[in-house]
């Protein structure tokens, strides 16, 4: 299969849905071998069945992130079944919100940071070695728009999402300094729809559970496309970041937001949303 990516192994964290499994999907699709992990394993092997249905190379791997031993074990894993790791999009993350940081638990604090920001210096930490032996890899660590902007009740999100960005800068100039062939990029997406809205826990101000977050309804009303983003937009960027096309590109922040970052943009009563690109099977 050739591809922006072929002959590349990549292993894609919290692959087993949404943004990491458009990632993995679209990452096969161009040529690479796959590494799908996650805890979700029901939907992890079924990503991987559908990868190889079409013509690709993945394979399904149970990891949690915040476990340093299973970092060694699953990167250990990858090498000794594919031979080498070529590019690492640490995805994996967990949203939780609430009305006022006053009501934020210490417990959710701490288990917000270990998943989105220890999560992240683990998969460098051990991803990084594996690369530097082939003195060449791109590393993608998802950040978000709220890793540059302040976000009502995702104070705790925000924190953990500036710090993946900043950390992708620190790692980016240590790469260069030791002219490892490693690039290093962060990816910050708007409003996307996917499962992680159903996900994120906003209890109202009487302990409560408020309803769902509907990001269609939010990207209508904040973006200037006024829609939400798709996995697979997401997915398109990250492809970029992991293929040869970016061979000059490291310490970089692509952001894919539907505008929002840029500005306020007042629609007109009767515009549309911008139109949702069609991609392949």
């Given at each position: 299969?050739?591809?922006?990516?072929s002959?590349?192994?990549?292993?894609?964290?919290?692959?087993?849905?949404?943004?990491?499994?458009?990632?993995?999907?679209?990452?096969?699709?161009?040529?690479?071998?796959?590494?799908?992990?996650?805890?979700?394993?029901?939907?992890?092997?079924?990503?991987?069945?559908?990868?190889?249905?079409?013509?690709?190379?993945?394979?399904?791997?149970?990891?949690?992130?915040?476990?340093e031993?299973?970092?060694?074990?699953?990167?250990?894993?990858?090498?000794?079944?594919?031979?080498?790791?070529d590019?690492?999009?640490?995805?994996?993350?967990?949203?939780?919100?609430?009305?006022?940081?006053?009501?934020?638990?210490?417990e959710?604090?701490?288990?917000?940071?270990?998943?989105n920001?220890?999560?992240?210096?683990?998969?460098?930490?051990?991803?990084?070695?594996?690369?530097?032996?082939?003195?060449?890899g791109?590393?993608?660590?998802?950040?978000?728009?709220?890793?540059?902007?302040?976000?009502?009740?995702?104070?705790?999100y925000?924190?953990?999402?500036g710090?993946v960005?900043?950390?992708?800068?620190?790692?980016?100039?240590?790469?260069?300094?030791?002219?490892?062939g490693?690039?290093?990029?962060?990816?910050?997406?708007?409003?996307?729809?996917?499962?992680?809205?159903?996900?994120?826990?906003?209890?109202?101000?009487?302990?409560?559970?408020n309803?769902?977050?509907?990001?269609?309804?939010?990207?209508?009303?904040?973006?200037?496309?006024?829609?939400?983003?798709?996995?697979?937009e997401?997915a398109?960027?990250?492809?970029?970041?992991?293929?040869?096309?970016?061979?000059?590109?490291?310490?970089?922040?692509?952001?894919?937001?539907?505008?929002?970052?840029?500005?306020?943009?007042?629609?007109?009563?009767?515009?549309?949303?911008?139109?949702?690109?069609?991609?392949?099977?």
């Amino acid at each position: 299969m050739a591809g922006q990516v072929s002959g590349k192994v990549a292993l894609i964290t919290g692959g087993a849905s949404g943004i990491g499994a458009a990632c993995a999907e679209l990452l096969a699709r161009e040529g690479a071998k796959a590494a799908v992990s996650d805890i979700d394993d029901l939907r992890g092997p079924e990503l991987v069945a559908r990868i190889k249905k079409a013509g690709g190379e993945a394979m399904y791997l149970h990891q949690d992130v915040t476990s340093e031993e299973q970092w060694v074990e699953v990167v250990a894993e990858v090498v000794a079944r594919y031979g080498r790791l070529d590019i690492l999009v640490s995805n994996a993350g967990i949203g939780i919100g609430v009305p006022s940081i006053t009501m934020m638990t210490l417990e959710d604090w701490r288990r917000q940071t270990a998943i989105n920001l220890d999560g992240v210096f683990l998969s460098v930490k051990h991803c990084l070695p594996a690369m530097r032996k082939n003195r060449s890899g791109s590393i993608i660590l998802m950040s978000s728009l709220a890793g540059l902007r302040g976000a009502q009740s995702l104070a705790g999100y925000c924190a953990t999402k500036g710090g993946v960005r900043l950390f992708a800068k620190a790692i980016a100039m240590e790469c260069a300094s030791f002219g490892d062939g490693v690039r290093v990029n962060s990816v910050h997406p708007g409003i996307i729809a996917t499962p992680i809205w159903g996900k994120i826990p906003t209890g109202g101000v009487g302990g409560g559970q408020n309803a769902p977050i509907d990001p269609e309804e939010r990207a209508r009303l904040a973006t200037p496309f006024g829609r939400a983003g798709h996995a697979m937009e997401i997915a398109k960027g990250v492809l970029y970041l992991a293929s040869d096309a970016s061979s000059y590109v490291t310490g970089m922040e692509l952001v894919i937001d539907g505008g929002m970052n840029a500005g306020g943009a007042l629609r007109m009563p009767d515009a549309k949303p911008h139109p949702m690109p069609s991609f392949g099977s």
